[in-house]
């Protein structure tokens, strides 16, 4: 059994009703139960952090090393585009990642389009909306059986 860390970023607390044109309308706390159950029906264990916080993930994504965490799906939110400690967090505890999106981060702003995280994560699921995360999630556990062979 793997144990599989969800981190969100900021505002995403406000999905469901933020922006949902963008967004979607589907809530934080629907995603996260829909990764659980399937985290859980896939026989894998799930938790997840949603801050605002800078730091907080930072300190979240350390202890993440010393629990045993095999894998990271994360959503950086704004902090994709300006967040170097986030980046040197990922890459001091070495825990494979996924870098998730709701929306399709190079069909908006020109500063979206530059992400601190793509070049050092396993991959990159954006633009599905909440179809992301589940996406994010099948590629990790196909990921982790790869490397139970």
């Known amino acids: 059994m ?7 970023g900021p505002n995403l607390n ?6 949902p ?3 979607g ?7 996260n139960q829909r990764l659980t159950e399937l985290s859980i029906s896939a026989g894998h264990h ?10 907080e993930l930072v300190e979240r994504i350390h202890d993440a090393r010393n629990e045993g965490i095999n894998f990271i ?10 967040s170097v400690a986030l980046r040197d967090a ?24 530059q992400s601190y995280f793509a070049d050092i994560a396993v991959g990159t699921i954006s633009g599905f909306g909440a179809t992301s995360y589940e996406l994010a999630l099948n590629a990790a556990l196909s990921q982790l059986n790869q490397n139970s062979q």
């Open 73 to 82: 799906l994360f959503n950086p939110a704004a902090f994709t585009h300006t």
């Open 14 to 19: 406000l999905l469901g009703t933020r922006e």
């Open 46 to 55: 799930l938790l997840a952090l949603q801050s605002n916080a800078e730091y």
């Open 90 to 113: 990922l890459l001091a505890v070495a825990i494979p990642f996924i870098e998730v999106h709701l929306s399709n981060i190079h069909d908006r702003e020109a500063f979206r389009e």
């Open 21 to 23: 044109e963008i967004y």
């Open 2 to 8: 793997a144990t599989i860390l969800v981190l969100h």
């Open 25 to 31: 309308t589907v809530s934080l706390d629907d995603i």
